[in-house]
């Protein structure tokens, strides 16, 4: 990888070319060598990968029993429901843990047996299998809890709910222990002894490849293909839960997230519908940047500072009036979220100002009035902003609660580990964890930590770094290009949106800024025998400070097609842009 220094504080990593393998992708597929380039770089390696990725089919999807235990899990699940055994769904208070959770009652519904659930209070309980919920779950009669995107770790949990005669089907993705809990199965894509082809499906993906499981079961056993639902209906959620927990977007995740984007442009599930109307998304053409920045946020905010609960009635009613009503209330419960989080964002920030940043190289900050479920939204903020591993607090008596989050090649969770010692509990990987602490201990844990950040931190991971697919000239970009851009979507995790970048460019005409506060703006760039319409974000301060220093310049973008109305143009969404001579 060649890696380049832009303007002072930002880094452009140029991935290396693949001449050869580009060459024969783009002349195999009838691709630009742009395009063939962009999937070599997210790990496509031949012509099958790269024809199954910008032409994915629900064929694709690998057989869910090859993940170990399936047959156990399902002749269980399947013995439950024919004998009218009362069944619970255990989930967890995110979106992933809350579709997975809305995902099976809803395939449920669908054949025909009503099941209950369970999901924890973020703030109350935690994370996980808990004992006093088994307890309460036998005492109401369940006889079977299949957790969703929680339970690899609940090895005491199982054995209690063992010896009350309940039996546990765990469905998880998160990290694998070395002691797994005795359950009567275990899914999890990534088990040791487990030949499944692909490892990192998100807990509702994980969900969805048990009840595709017991579809096919129940057809091999005699229940016709028309009295059974069709899988499809379910991608809609299925999709918002992967694409928001930020798995990688390749493979199974992409065609989860393609064919569902499609089913929720178009859903008819009241409780979808509703959060779309309250967000006032278009009901055609839902993006996931829709899901990761609106709907996901409405759904998680019940679990963030309400009642996860509320969520899974939102995403399993059949009521219109119902789904309306929940809506407006996760509404309001957003709305407060983003207040309180600006607020604690503030209050951060403030107490940075009082940081020696030169001396300390990690983020640890704390208070009693920071609510637990918010502060890893703004640990993440102050980390991408600060450019440090950050840590924040919040204190609640004698103990004391965080979120952590990295910045660019800085394994978080290894760094953590280090700190054992003085640390109640902790988890997560390599750029989020959680940790559970005494207060006590509070000071000695920034010392600590700033001093493991320190020692492994290097200078360079402390500068902004941006991740460019390849550099071309603006000759190279047209509406071709641009179309066959939109193939390789739906953008996140492994799968990010295409960026390239073009030297020596000049502004065929003076800047316009738009916008309410006019921070945005837009220019026509030329470059070659090309001149192309580029529009960037918030960054008019950005333009007025390098128009005084040259006349030509560097720059990164995404190239795409602006639809609007009737009409459609192509146009370079700017991410960076400096002088050519820094």
Excluded at 5 to 25: F, G, H, S, Y
Aim: proline letters at 4%; a negative charge; hydrophobic letters at 40%.
């Amino acid at each position: 990888m060649d890696t380049r220094l832009a303007p002072p504080k930002t880094i452009w990593n140029i991935e290396d070319d693949n001449v050869d393998l580009r060459r024969t992708i783009s002349k195999a597929l009838n691709i630009s060598p742009i395009t063939a380039q962009i999937l070599i770089n997210r790990g496509i390696d031949n012509i099958e990968m790269a024809d199954r990725f910008i032409n994915p089919s629900l064929e694709h999807f690998h057989d869910p029993f090859l993940i170990k235990d399936m047959d156990k899990a399902v002749k269980r699940i399947l013995s439950a429901v024919d004998k009218g055994e009362k069944i619970y769904i255990y989930g967890d208070y995110d979106a992933d843990g809350i579709t997975a959770t809305s995902l099976l009652i809803l395939f449920f519904r669908d054949i025909g047996t009503e099941v209950s659930f369970y999901i924890p209070d973020r703030i109350k309980e935690g994370y996980g299998l808990h004992e006093a919920a088994i307890r309460e779950i036998a005492q109401k009669g369940g006889q079977l809890i299949i957790t969703v995107d929680c339970g690899i770790s609940a090895v005491n949990e199982v054995l209690i709910a063992k010896d009350l005669g309940v039996d546990i089907v765990i469905t998880d993705h998160h990290k694998i222990e070395d002691i797994l809990p005795e359950a009567v199965a275990i899914l999890h894509p990534a088990m040791e002894d487990s030949s499944y082809p692909f490892q990192t499906l998100a807990g509702v993906g994980v969900a969805f490849k048990l009840i595709k499981s017991l579809r096919s079961s129940m057809h091999r056993n005699g229940t016709e293909k028309e009295d059974l639902p069709n899988l499809k209906k379910y991608l809609d959620i299925v999709s918002i839960g992967t694409i928001s927990d930020i798995v990688p977007l390749v493979d199974e995740n992409h065609i989860i997230a393609k064919y569902g984007l499609i089913e929720l442009s178009n859903t008819c599930r009241p409780g979808l519908k509703a959060i779309k109307d309250a967000a006032r998304i278009s009901d055609h053409n839902t993006t996931a940047h829709d899901i990761g920045y609106v709907i996901a946020p409405r759904i998680n905010a019940a679990g963030r500072i309400g009642n996860a609960s509320k969520a899974v009635t939102l995403l399993t009613t059949e009521n219109i009036e119902e789904a309306n009503i929940l809506a407006a209330e996760l509404e309001v419960e957003n709305r407060k979220r983003q207040r309180m989080q600006q607020e604690i964002y503030k209050e951060a920030v403030k107490m940075i100002g009082d940081i020696d940043l030169n001396s300390q190289r990690a983020i640890v900050l704390a208070s009693p009035n920071w609510h637990p479920g918010i502060i890893g939204i703004v640990a993440s903020k102050i980390a991408n902003q600060f450019l440090r591993p950050t840590v924040i607090f919040n204190l609640d008596g004698d103990t004391a609660k965080g979120s952590a989050r990295s910045i660019y090649s800085f394994h978080l969770y290894n760094a953590i580990s280090q700190c054992k010692d003085i640390l109640l509990a902790f988890g997560g990987h390599e750029y989020a964890a959680g940790i559970t602490i005494k207060t006590e201990n509070m000071e000695k844990f920034r010392k600590v930590f700033n001093e493991i950040v320190a020692e492994e931190l290097t200078k360079e991971a402390m500068v902004k770094h941006i991740d460019i697919d390849m550099e071309v000239s603006l000759s190279d970009i047209d509406n071709k290009l641009a179309n066959e851009l939109e193939m390789i979507a739906p953008f996140g995790s492994s799968n990010p949106s295409p960026l390239l970048c073009a030297r020596r460019v000049r502004f065929a005409a003076p800047p316009t800024y738009m916008g309410k506060d006019r921070n945005h703006v837009r220019v026509h760039l030329e470059g070659g025998d090309n001149i192309i319409e580029a529009i960037a974000f918030n960054a008019v301060n950005t333009f007025k400070e390098i128009m005084s220093e040259d006349e030509e310049f560097d720059i990164a973008f995404t190239p795409e097609i602006n639809r609007y109305m009737n009409s459609s143009r192509l146009q370079l969404n700017l991410k960076d842009i400096h002088s050519s001579n820094h």
